[in-house]
RNA sequence: GGCUGAGUGGCAGAGUGGCCAUGCACCGGAUUGCAAAUCCGUUUACCUCGGUUCGACUCCGGGCUCAGCCUCCA
């Protein structure tokens, strides 16, 4: 049974869909008006180990992750840029799935863009009007009413007098309360707008997760996510429209993973302390990158730092070495797995997607399968680690190639080919069959200086690059 | 100031009211012509002060420190 920790309740759940055999999951995605950083490649890997998980449970998951191109900072960028606002935020998209699939993410089943649900949008907010949980201002602005809903706070657990006597923002002259934000801005001349009952505008920025979600997910949904930093006040704010909308609830459980931090310090943009996903790429692989994110558990706080990447390739390298013996069972599915270690992982998976203890199953399981003497068997323990590392979206590479794949960050010309690596290596054999172990040692020596490791094993040599 | 959350061995990072996390690093051993890989073994821990308890790193309370949010942010 999958439990799953909710921040409405401050505790784990049982996770029970709200309509059997089927999971409504909707994530807040990314305003393209930059290229994404590790944080960003967190959420991505965070929620498609959730995906993934709940899809071997057998559900049939609607995963909605929404795109954010319209808003202030992409406006301002396509301007610096002189560029349509249009071309910025698709050049970003584009750039934003390269990096998803260099991480081996999943497309999630939609991917919403804010700009093609303005008439949801619009919709939603002439019925809040006329709820009379929304006014329009004589600029044309139109502002949630926060002490309309009489639960606001209730996921971040805030008040609404605490919130106003901490205000630290100046008050904008048209809002009846410092608190309430705003549903729908007035276009200023230039900037991208839409016909609307109040002038022409564009929406603000929480609206549009209210909007996409509903008309994807319905009403009420299973679970949404995000970082943690959107919990207040853009989760907040998505609840007050949604619930004072529909008056029944919005989702049912409310997930947030831990930021990226870099030196204790929170990984972003305005911090100006961030990696892009590319600038890591360069560096380290995808997979490296993925393993060094599902190393800690997701709610956690994560600091980038070079040692835990070189710690995930060397996680790699160990499973990838335990794997290099057994071929890739292409019928995996049918192949019969070692139900101890599934079973165990999958009780990790389940309390709360706990993927450091997925792996540490894993790495027992990679020891066992070292261990094993009998081929049969061997296999067996080979196919549960594929399996195991496909749940969790590793471990999908041939293992000779990626021991043997020149690692990222290290120049070209300092490489040896893999002909001339096999060269060296049979004349190293004939110097050791006339026991000349200078010339051997000579030449293992030479291929250290290269970054290649040899390793005799049972008379055959193999070779990997470190 | 308010609201969240966190403090574990050299590093990373799980977890539990009494017994092993796991990986990397280190040390010793097996194996090897020597290595590498692998295996076996040892060592190192639970911010602080009180309380509950037969027993707490684990539960409760105070303190200290750190982070996030309260402005755009994944």
């Known amino acids: 049974m999958l439990h799953l920790h909710n921040t409405l309740t401050r505790t784990k759940e049982p996770f029970e869909t ?38 071997s449970m057998g559900l049939a998951v609607n995963y909605v992750r929404n795109i954010t191109d319209v808003d202030d900072k992409i406006i301002k960028r396509a301007a610096e840029n002189n560029v349509s606002p249009e071309a910025l935020s698709q050049r970003f998209i584009d750039e934003m799935h390269a990096d998803e699939r260099a991480l ?8 919403p863009r804010a700009t093609q649900t ?3 949008m619009v919709n939603m ?45 100046a008050i904008d002259e048209h809002k009846r309360d410092p608190m309430d934000f705003v549903l729908w801005k007035s276009a200023k001349p230039g900037e991208p707008s839409w016909e609307s009952p109040w002038g022409q505008g564009r929406p603000g920025w929480h609206i549009e997760c209210s909007a996409m979600s509903m008309e994807l997910l319905g009403e009420e949904f299973d679970i949404h996510g995000g970082g943690m930093d959107l919990e207040f006040p853009h989760h907040e704010n998505e609840i007050a429209q949604s619930e004072a909308l529909t008056g029944g609830r919005f989702a049912r459980y409310w997930m ?17 302390n961030f990696l892009t996903i590319k600038e890591v790429l ?18 956690s706080p994560l600091n980038y730092m070079s040692e835990s990447l070189d710690s995930a390739r060397a996680v790699l390298r160990r499973f990838y070495t335990a794997l290099r013996d ?34 540490a199953v894993m790495h027992e399981l990679a020891g066992a399968l070292n261990k094993s003497t009998d081929s049969l068997a061997g296999q067996e323990l080979a196919n549960t680690l594929r399996h195991l590392g496909r749940h969790l979206g590793i471990l999908e590479q041939d293992a000779d190639t990626i021991l043997k794949a020149a690692g990222k960050g290290v120049s070209s010309e300092s490489q040896l080919s893999n002909e001339a690596i096999d060269a060296l290596i049979e004349e190293r054999q004939r110097a050791r069959a006339n026991k000349d172990f200078k010339r051997s040692d000579e030449i293992r020596d030479q291929l250290v200086e290269l970054g290649i490791v040899l390793e005799d094993t049972g008379g055959i040599t193999t070779w990997r690059r470190n």
Do not use: W
Request: hydrophobic share 35%; net charge negative; charged share 25%.
């Open 326 to 359: 057994y071929a890739i069972d292409t019928e995996s599915d049918s192949a019969p797995l070692s139900q101890v270690y599934v079973d165990r992982f999958t009780a990790a998976m389940n309390d709360d997607l706990n993927t450091p203890e997925a792996l």
């Open 18 to 55: 709200l309509k059997d055999g089927h999971v409504g999951l909707y994530v807040c995605g990314i305003t393209v008006y930059d290229v994404c950083h590790v944080g960003h490649g967190r959420v991505m890997i965070v929620y498609d180990v959730l995906f993934r998980h709940l899809q």
């Open 256 to 272: 947030h993973n831990g930021l990226v931090r870099i030196k204790d310090e929170k990984m972003s943009k305005s911090l100006n």
């Open 118 to 120: 303005i008439k949801g």
């Open 104 to 111: 081996n993410v999943l497309p999630p089943t939609h991917e």
């Open 282 to 299: 360069k560096d380290y692989t995808g997979e490296e990158v993925r393993t060094f994110i599902l190393g800690s558990h997701y709610r």
């Open 125 to 169: 907010i002439t019925r809040l009007i006329d709820s009379e949980h929304a006014y329009a201002a004589d600029n044309g602005d139109v502002f949630y009413s926060v002490s309309s809903f009489a639960e606001y706070g209730k996921l971040s657990g805030r008040k609404l007098d605490e919130l106003r006597s901490g205000e630290r923002v």
